[in-house]
């Protein structure tokens, strides 16, 4: 993995939690709100396609922006205080294990 591709999945992450966060955060949801939605989904398109573009292959990209955002919305579900459940540990523990054999055996 490339540095610029680390940085591109933690900004396409950051992107997308955010998005999440401020989808749950307005009580009228996205439709009513599509004029803050829209720039960030073309955003987070833009980003994964350069993440694409610079990753060796499809499931590098893939694994890396999966862990970038599994680790990332269960720290803002904690921070906005909703619970987590144990399917989400287990998730995360099994897309962690991917990205430790994807590092492993590149």
């Known amino acids: 993995m490339t540095d610029r591709a680390i940085l591109l999945s933690l900004a396409a992450a950051i992107i ?17 709100n599509w004029y803050v939605f829209l ?3 073309i955003l987070i398109n833009w980003v994964l ?5 610079v990753s060796p292959s499809l499931p590098a990209a893939f694994v890396l922006f999966t862990a ?6 269960p ?3 904690l921070w906005l205080g909703h619970p987590i459940g144990v399917g989400t540990w ?9 990205f430790g054999f994807r590092l492993w055996r590149p």
Request: charged share 10%; hydrophobic share 55%; no cysteine.
């Open 49 to 53: 396609y350069h993440l694409l573009q």
């Open 68 to 73: 970038a955002t599994w680790t990332l919305r």
């Open 16 to 32: 997308v939690i955010v998005s999440e966060a401020t989808q749950k955060s307005l009580p009228s949801g996205y439709w009513r």
């Open 75 to 77: 720290l803002v579900s």
């Open 90 to 98: 287990i998730a995360m523990a099994f897309v962690f294990v991917a």
């Open 39 to 41: 720039p960030l989904a």
